[in-house]
């Protein structure tokens, strides 16, 4: 983050290019700055994927509440897996006997 803030604020030649990445490679402090954007990045990654996740678990279980389709129908929709459509169909049956 630190480096592409520098990198988007400076225009540089290709010498001073060369030598900025010099100065930067040996700095322990521009290193730790680069590991703290490679974690978190490789966060954001897994909270996407998580969000995506989320999403396909939310649409079949819409897709169960409106009883139109097969388990199989909507695994294939979701995509999830046939196992993980029938233990979100018995949480939704459960839901359904509630008062």
């Not at 604020?9 to 060369?18: C, F, G, V, W, Y």
């Not at 999403?55 to 097969?70: F, I, M, P, S, Y």
């Not at 046939?82 to 049956?93: A, L, T, Y």
Request: net charge negative; aromatic share 4%.
């Amino acid at each position: 983050m630190l480096y592409s803030l520098i990198q988007q604020s400076l225009e540089l030649n290709p010498e001073e290019e060369k030598k900025f990445r010099e100065i930067i490679g040996e700095n322990p402090m521009f290193m730790e700055a680069k590991m703290l954007q490679s974690i978190e990045e490789v966060g954001i990654e897994k909270g996407i994927d998580i969000g995506k996740e989320e999403g396909r678990k939310e649409t079949a279980r819409n897709l169960l509440l409106l009883n139109v389709l097969t388990e199989e129908q909507i695994a294939q929709a979701a995509n999830l897996s046939i196992e993980e459509v029938g233990r979100m169909k018995q949480e939704v049956e459960l839901w359904k006997e509630e008062p």
